[in-house]
């Protein structure tokens, strides 16, 4: 079983930054990907940003130059460095992880919200 903890959100200013961390525990082979979700209220969950295993990165379009995804392999976690936040970025953000390209594993999300 794997178990994801977010952490690192809270409130912040338009223009701001802050950096989520997810920390990955259990039993952790074959990684294929992991990445960044958020869901704002009454709309779907969205994909932010996605590291995988072959070190390549892909971003919404809309935070592409302002946000940056990173790994340390040594410590299983998963960073997010959000720069110049807006308001709209404001959501709850989920970390997911993907092994062996099947199974698909959910943390329990941090609230980000940013003020104007």
């Known amino acids: 079983q794997v178990q994801l903890v977010e952490s690192g959100g809270g409130l912040v200013q338009a223009g701001g930054s802050l950096r989520l961390s997810c920390a990955a525990s259990?039993?952790?082979?074959?990684?294929?990907?992991m990445g960044w979700y958020r869901q704002a209220p009454g709309k779907q969950r969205e994909l932010v940003a996605m590291w995988r295993s072959d070190g390549s990165t892909n971003y919404k379009d809309s935070v592409k130059g302002r946000f940056t995804v990173s790994r340390d392999n040594a410590e299983n976690t998963l960073y997010l460095q959000m720069n110049s936040l807006k308001p709209e970025d404001t959501a709850v953000y989920y970390c997911?992880?993907?092994?062996?390209?099947?199974?698909?594993?959910w943390g329990q999300g941090t609230q980000v919200t940013v003020s104007s």
């Open positions: 259990g039993s952790i082979r074959s990684i294929s990907a």
């Open positions: 997911q992880m993907v092994v062996s390209s099947i199974y698909f594993y």
